[in-house]
């Protein structure tokens, strides 16, 4: 497992260039921290060493990572993509090393006994941490049985091992054919609650991690990345209860989606934490591959699957009302905030106390417009992107529970606030009125006690 002093290391190999003291420092030490990098940072360091793959350096560095143990299959094929020289691994090598990739993906391939043992030892052991970090037991196991070295079947037990230690089982009837069996005994389950103003939600990740069910409570914010984890070991009926009472919990939201769809947006949130450099959790970071492999970033957004953006589009009443969701349960506690709020506060008092004799329908045409620049302006602060994705988020979570009208307002909301020559939807304006409101103390407490949106207690 990746310590600290390794993940800054590849931190520092995306900011480094060749020629710089730290690149020496580098090329020196980073050979022997890549094993411990979780795959996908290793990933992340191969695209960058292959960008510079012209330099002499980077190659130097280059040939050294691919030739050692403990590089990841999708590194591999990176670096051997961009090794030049004698060393430089031909075509029909990466077509193969590919063909597992996706093989482990679930896609069609023609892979088998014979080509794994023709396979060079360190691309070998690299196909067989892959096989197992993504549960292939039958093929593992129909591996080994067809290993021709005890040195092979023994490094191939092993990677069985792990497979079976993270849930996995083998079916004799399927292990000839390389498909995985039904696992009744393991356990994958998501639920996800809608993000709050700020862009910040809790996924819940219940699974079979080494054997034992496992139930990971996450907390992440689409900007800042994965602010904590925390972990517990909980018995099926235990999780059961716990989740019954979550969705009792009148001032909770919370709705389950597909595992593969919560990992891909922790990890969304991970990417984006780091390229502003935000500190992400390290308990999470420790536990990355606990949790499972993450969607593939180019699947659409479920809720694309449901709704038909183009449609929506042209229904230009489902915007008009969008002020109406601001009272329901899942947006009780948003807030959109004034930039400057005492200036804003203060230009909307002087305004009101205007000597101007304008009739009241004009006074409020002037606020409306006032309301609506400050509206737009605290929208563009964290990016019209980020409100896209929050209100799909909470559009998706309404289609889960079954509300469809209201995820038709909330994903009409959501195209509209991508568009910047759009009007600003009434549903800020409603939120930054509703916000002002309770920083002057002018709104009803009609609401009693704060919201609790998670509801979870472990006991």
């Not at 260039?17 to 940072?41: H, I, M, S, T, Y």
């Not at 909330?410 to 509703?434: G, K, Y």
């Amino acid at each position: 497992m990746a310590g600290k002093g390794d993940r800054n290391m590849m931190d520092e190999l995306i900011q480094a260039e060749p020629g710089q003291e730290a690149w020496a420092a580098l090329v020196k030490d980073l050979p022997r921290a890549f094993a411990r990098l979780d795959f996908e940072d290793q990933v992340k360091a191969a695209e960058r060493l292959a960008g510079l793959a012209g330099n002499d350096q980077a190659q130097e560095l280059i040939g050294k990572l691919y030739g050692q143990e403990g590089a990841g299959l999708p590194a591999l094929i990176i670096l051997g993509k961009a090794l030049n020289g004698t060393d430089k691994p031909g075509p029909e090598l990466i077509a193969e090393m590919e063909k597992w990739a996706a093989a482990c993906e679930g896609e069609e391939s023609e892979c088998g006994p014979t080509e794994f043992f023709s396979l060079p030892g360190n691309v070998r052991r690299a196909v067989a941490d892959h096989l197992a970090l993504w549960l292939k037991a039958d093929m593992l196991s129909a591996l080994k049985d067809a290993a021709p070295t005890k040195d092979q079947q023994k490094m191939l037990a092993k990677a069985l091992h792990r497979a079976r230690s993270a849930g996995a089982s083998v079916s004799p009837e399927a292990a000839a054919t390389f498909h995985l069996a039904e696992r009744d005994e393991y356990i994958d389950e998501a639920y996800m609650s809608p993000p709050d103003a700020t862009g910040t939600c809790f996924f819940y990740l219940y699974r079979t991690v080494f054997g034992k069910n496992t139930f990971y409570v996450v907390l992440a914010n689409d900007l800042a990345g994965v602010l904590k984890l925390e972990a517990y070991q909980v018995p099926l009926p235990k999780f059961r209860k716990i989740l019954e009472s979550t969705k009792n919990n009148p001032l909770a939201v919370v709705a389950k989606v597909e595992p593969g769809f919560a990992r891909f947006m922790i990890k969304k949130s991970e990417e984006s934490g780091r390229r502003l450099g935000k500190p992400q959790s390290e308990d999470y970071l420790g536990n990355r591959r606990a949790i499972g492999v993450a969607d593939a970033p180019d699947q659409p957004h479920p809720l694309w699957n449901k709704l038909d953006p183009d449609a929506l589009k042209t229904e230009k009443g489902l915007v008009f009302k969008s002020g109406e969701l601001i009272g329901l349960r899942l947006f009780e506690d948003w807030m959109l905030a004034p930039l400057e709020e005492g200036k804003f506060i203060a230009e909307l008092a002087e305004k009101q106390a205007s000597v101007l004799q304008l009739s009241e329908h004009q006074k409020r045409e002037q606020e409306d417009a006032m309301y609506e620049r400050e509206a737009k302006r605290a929208i563009e602060q964290d990016g019209r992107d980020a409100w896209r994705g929050r209100l799909t988020n909470c559009a998706y979570v309404f289609s889960l529970l079954g509300e469809d009208d209201n995820a038709r307002i909330c994903a009409a909301i959501a195209l509209t606030v991508a568009d910047p020559a759009a009007p600003v939807p009434p549903f800020f304006t409603a939120l930054l009125r509703r916000t002002v409101a309770r920083l002057t103390g002018k709104e009803d407490d009609k609401k009693g006690p704060g919201q609790d949106r998670g509801g979870l207690v472990i006991v």
